[in-house]
């Protein structure tokens, strides 16, 4: 089985736009196990749209389009299908009606060209859920025969609900075509402690071992923002028993990788698992910033519920600021010294028991003649303080990142 | 003239990368007046990458290859345009001497396979360039004849190398053999303060004139981070004379729109602007953040050369931080009151002439009565207070990007 997909919107021909849809699609698909050999930008003209689906129905078990389907007359996804189809675009009035409730609903009018999403070619089905205006669209098409063996599926642009669709819907559906009975799922470890070459290496050999067993997959992403993810997919014929498998993988890659370098699994932050570290330990935390100006905290505070851990940070930028309220004894301020002084004058002057400091030179020049790139990360915990120091060979902007993640994480080794 | 771009890597079609490459290639060939009408993404597959380029020459006048250089056996750009030309791959001793300096240069040994990216289709032209390792290809094709009036670009799939490549060498000659003689440019303003539907309907007599005079065009880009970008783009037969376009246009432009809202040309931030303005005024920054924890300031330090200007700040999560350090007198802490207070405890406990301070709601509880989105920014300029309370119907994340942008732009109107 495989699954193309047409991503439709002349804005995205012009970049305006990235197409973040398809490759979000390709990744369930890959995860499903169905192929997607092509993934294709048209813009909104009737012509072109016809020929790419046309031809992606020709190359392809199943097709999904997305975008499209908004109330525009620039949006003719639904008068394309309907052609290809050879039928005629008709209201559906389970969908008319929904639309008009979600206006009433919301106590505002509702523009009569809405109504326009509430045409369906004839003989196409439509998605059971509408998470915004527009439903899913599903249209047998291919061999003329009464029973046709291709689909299109044409879902809206708007990334939220293309990914409800996709996932409540056109997956199971795809799935059940495709004669996959199995179930497939994925968990994500998020690590933090090996380079992304350091830990191909180290998974080397179960890499090997599942190739040839076959009943799971690993995958890696790299980001200095987030940390390296480790993505583990397997099928089985139940839930409870795919579960098993990755229960049973988690804990062989967890063995194979630095011991306690994941911090998180499926999407769970750094900064989440610090404050949940500390919540449990009935600690608090502060920062004292300098190299990162800010981003350790900022990243705190996107936590929601972060309040009840984490109270606040002084971001000492010039060396008066760590002199005069950190308690930083006048110098040079680039040194772990500096780094593990702010991080109990944090303590200190914020009231809290743990903080983590960061000092160094981001960039572009060096200072106090150490090079780009020096960073003194520290850390305290009830008064006891610990530091590093490193060179890295980055941007300003990944040092800061990088040091944002480490000095967390640091936090998080000493706190387990 | 339209020009096409296919993207290789079955590394995008599994969505472990997003294709951000052909975006960028579309919006600069938007900027140029070639039409691009598809975009395709492809996997390092010889028969689909054939069949997809065969493809695109027929239906477009020039193709962008974007992808498929690299050193290693999957990198097989090279081999299938060859194909397509129906001729060899040759070694090109110009390059291979390059790409030999290049490893000498660093010290390093070359491995063997990187003589695979010296290889190219006989017949096809290298650029003079070679940012990384590998050169980019111009290949006649299509007519079987002497005279070829179609080509194939080869670019590696790395961006920064892409982006050289693209602007140094395929957009000149893209444009020469489009005959295009004009010089195009485009100007960039950064704007805050209208919203994206207002702003449209703000230049609508403008853009409709310019459609008519057709000499330069307008285009919109929202984001709650960076603001809102105005985009003009002119066309003229000098670089002189084009520029004198712009000027123009964008004079009067900033006539149309809200007066000063305006903060940045060509890729200048808020941030930047700011402290642009506090070093010209001789004034120094600080910060008082709750609502945006950090993000203010980690916005002001991700500027190089920060330091002049901004000395720190203090991350005011906890109510009693407030009241402790900032001076904010004990109670509810959602006021424009408290904001203000927190705007002057910050330029006294830091030392500084100015300041930005944030409170509120970012959700997703309400907090004190105060529904989620509830904002209060204050601005201290030497001594003096202003201050502005808003309820934003966003999400936690897009409330305090928000506020970041416009507790900014407060200061930056009271700086001008």
């Known amino acids: ?70 109330p525009t007359h620039d949006d003719i996804t639904r008068e394309v299908l309907a052609a290809i189809m050879g039928t005629e675009l ?68 708007v990334p939220w609900e293309m990914k409800v669709l996709m996932e409540q819907w056109v997956m199971p559906d795809l799935a059940e075509r ?14 933090w402690g090996d380079s992304e070459s350091g830990l191909a290496e180290k998974l080397a050999g179960d890499i090997a071992r599942l190739d040839e067993s076959g009943h799971a997959t690993i995958a890696f992403l790299a980001s200095v923002q987030d940390g390296l993810k480790v993505r583990i997919t397997a099928k089985a014929s139940s839930s409870e028993a795919v579960s098993q498998i990755l229960d049973a993988e988690e804990h062989i890659i967890r063995q194979s990788i630095t011991p306690g370098s994941v911090f998180g699994i499926d999407g769970e932050t750094m900064e989440a698992a610090v404050l949940k570290l500390c919540r449990q330990r009935g600690d ?5 910033e300098s190299l990162t100006g800010g981003m350790v905290a900022a990243k705190l505070a996107s936590v929601p519920e972060a309040s009840d851990v984490f109270k ?7 060396p008066e600021v760590k002199f005069n309220l950190l308690g930083v004894p006048e110098g040079p301020v680039v040194s772990v010294a500096t780094a593990e ?36 990360l520290a850390t305290a915990v009830r008064g006891k303080v610990e530091s590093m120091q490193a060179e890295l060979p980055f941007s300003r902007e990944q040092v800061q990142q990088f040091s944002t993640l480490t000095v967390l994480n640091n936090l998080r080794h000493r706190l387990i």
């Open 284 to 288: 608090t935390l502060v920062t004292a």
């Open 341 to 376: 002084q702010m991080a109990l004058g944090a303590c200190e002057v914020l009231g809290a028991t743990c903080a983590v400091a960061t000092t160094g030179v981001a960039g572009p020049d060096p200072l106090e003649g150490h090079p780009p790139g020096t960073v003194c």
């Open 90 to 157: 008709v209201i559906n009035e389970v969908v008319a009606e929904r639309i008009r409730s979600i206006f009433t609903d919301r106590g505002r009018e509702m523009p009569g060209n809405n109504l326009r999403q509430a045409l369906v070619p004839a003989g196409s089905h439509v998605s059971p859920m509408i998470p915004g205006t527009a439903p899913g669209l599903c249209c047998p098409v291919g061999e003329s025969s009464g029973e046709s063996s291709k689909v299109v599926y044409a879902v809206p642009g």
């Open 178 to 191: 495709a004669g996959i009975t199995q179930v497939i799922k994925s968990r994500t470890l998020h690590t």
């Open 1 to 70: 089985m495989n699954c193309e997909v047409v991503a439709v919107g002349t804005e995205l021909l012009l970049g305006q736009i990235v197409d973040t849809n398809s490759s979000w699609i390709g990744e369930r698909l890959a995860e499903a196990g169905i192929d997607s050999f092509h993934q294709t930008k048209v813009g909104d003209n009737f012509d072109r749209m016809f020929a790419v689906i046309s031809q992606a129905i020709e190359r392809s078990d199943a097709v999904v389009v997305c975008g499209g389907l908004g």
């Open 312 to 318: 606040g940070g002084i971001v000492s930028y010039a």
